[in-house]
């Protein structure tokens, strides 16, 4: 699922970098395009970053 439209990551992406060390936004921007543009992914991304860091294997989409 895309996670950031403007930049075009995915969720994807995102573990593969938690994997790779990446532990914040910050990191992510590094080697992705994310949050560069209308900042809306912002607070999405910091959970998808929490829920990998957590070992999550992926997220959870039920209410
Ligand atoms: S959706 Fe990520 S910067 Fe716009």
Redesign the pocket.
């Known amino acids: 699922m895309y ?5 075009g ?1 995915t969720d994807s992406q995102i573990k593969e970098q938690v994997k790779l060390g990446a532990a914040s936004v910050a990191d992510l921007q590094k080697t992705l395009p ?9 607070v999405v ?1 910091e959970q998808f970053i929490k829920k990998f860091l957590s070992g999550a294997k992926d997220i959870s989409y039920a209410a």
């Open positions: 996670v950031c439209l403007c930049g990551v994310i949050g560069l543009c209308c900042g809306t992914c912002d991304t």
